[in-house]
């Protein structure tokens, strides 16, 4: 007997109604069983592809939460720092008024320097205006000339 159409196939007599038997190629369960798995593996490489923006987006959220840390920690130091210097500036202006009374300056000159108050008589009056060193002009010139002779002896080596 010639199978006509394959999908059916006709056994037994046919005054009787015959039973077919379908036929279902193996084929088409290996197509869908690609179509399954290349329908899981795009499933897993998108829950990948998300799990990795995730993980990324939390590795920048902490770094970033630590750089504002450390950025607290170094304001809260200099802030430290600079309290500091205020105290010891308020420490050196209460003993720069301690040190700038005259009473003090004359009891430490006269009792630990062993000082005496000058009498009238005994001042001598000086007149700074007037320049008393006076500059020779000519070491100005042998200066000079002294460095053109090095100069020269250097350049004729």
């Known amino acids: 007997m010639i199978v006509m159409n ?5 056994s037994g007599n046919n005054a009787i109604q015959p039973e077919y038997e379908t036929y279902k190629p193996t084929v088409k369960k290996v197509k869908v069983k690609k179509n399954n798995r290349k329908k899981q593996t795009k499933h897993k490489i998108k829950v990948m592809r ?3 923006i ?4 939390g590795v920048v959220l902490i770094a970033r939460y ?7 920690m170094q304001l809260n130091s200099t ?6 210097i205020n105290k010891q500036n308020e420490n050196l202006t209460v003993e720069l008024v ?4 005259l009473g003090y300056i004359e009891d ?11 009498q ?21 010139k042998k200066k000079i000339n002294s460095i053109l002779d090095k100069v020269k002896q250097f350049k004729w080596r």
């Open 66 to 72: 630590s750089i504002i840390y450390n950025m607290q």
């Open 108 to 118: 430490t000159a006269i009792n630990k320097l062993h000082m005496i108050q000058p």
């Open 54 to 57: 995730v993980f990324v987006i």
């Open 120 to 140: 009238k008589s005994s001042a001598v009056y000086a007149d700074l205006n007037k320049t008393i060193i006076k500059e020779d002009p000519s070491k100005d």
């Open 79 to 84: 802030q430290n720092r600079v309290d500091k």
């Open 6 to 10: 394959e999908d059916k196939i006709i």
């Open 50 to 52: 998300n799990i990795g």
């Open 98 to 101: 301690k040190y700038n009374n």
